[in-house]
């Protein structure tokens, strides 16, 4: 069974960087699929932040692309985000997920199967 | 961006009775939608994709249709534990993106 969990600072001041890692167990990453972000601000709809594939390759929502880095690193089985110069509005649940449908290199853009339990990071200083 | 606009917004009602919800994208998406019911404090938990294929383990009284840029899905008999907020989600290109959500509350 295929799980993910977040982990990471559930406060940060603004400005600053948001860094979160997801912790992927029961499926290799370097297997195959794509690995993404998505966000919830409280009280409101879902927003895909960006995807990842094992080989490092990067897909990300325009809307953030200038501040969002996502990372993978196959020895520890997990994905990371950084998104930085964070304000109030980037306060959210931030959730992991895998892509699912197809494990190959060109299904960056799927619907997600698996999903962590979400972790909310609040900006304030 | 496609955008994805679902309707109703909210929706009240009662156990045992049949309820159909809309998603309607801004251009066509050739099935590649997606659903998802999300309860309070949990994470979406994917019901159907490729418009109306059910995803392993979500019960039959769930279902989806449509093409093009309209689609829906039908809950055919309300259970209790089906009183949830629903998304819709188009993956036919990104940027990836979601409706704005339904919320179905019992009447």
């Known amino acids: 069974q295929v799980q993910l969990q977040e982990s990471g600072p559930g406060l940060v001041k603004p400005s600053e960087t948001l860094s979160l890692t997801c912790a992927v167990s029961g499926y290799s990453i370097s297997s195959g699929y794509y690995w993404g972000w998505i966000r919830q601000p409280p009280g409101k709809g879902l927003e895909w932040i960006g995807s990842?594939?094992?080989?490092?390759?990067?897909y990300y929502n325009p809307s953030l692309k200038s501040r969002v880095t996502i990372s993978v690193d196959t020895s520890k089985n997990q994905f990371s985000l950084k998104l930085s110069s964070v304000t109030a509005a980037d306060t959210a649940v931030y959730y992991c997920?895998?892509?699912?449908?197809?494990?190959?290199?060109?299904?960056?853009?799927?619907?997600?199967?698996?999903w962590g339990q979400g972790t909310l990071v609040t900006v304030s200083s | 961006d496609i955008q994805m606009t679902q309707s109703p917004s909210s929706l009240s009602a009662s156990v045992g009775d049949r309820v159909t919800i809309t998603c309607r994208a801004s251009?066509?998406?050739?099935?590649?939608l997606a659903w998802y019911q999300q309860k309070p404090g949990k994470a979406p938990k994917l019901l159907l994709y490729a418009a109306s294929r059910l995803e392993s383990g979500v019960p039959s009284r769930f279902s989806g249709s449509g093409s093009g840029t309209d689609y829906t899905l039908t809950i055919s008999s309300l259970q209790p534990e089906d009183f949830a907020t629903y998304y819709c989600?188009?993956?036919?290109?990104?940027?990836?993106?979601f409706g704005q959500g339904t919320r179905l509350e019992i009447k």
């Open positions: 990842i594939y094992h080989s490092g390759s990067t």
């Open positions: 251009q066509g998406i050739s099935n590649s």
């Open positions: 989600q188009q993956y036919y290109s990104t940027p990836i993106t």
């Open positions: 997920a895998r892509l699912g449908n197809c494990s190959g290199g060109s299904c960056y853009s799927e619907y997600f199967d698996y």
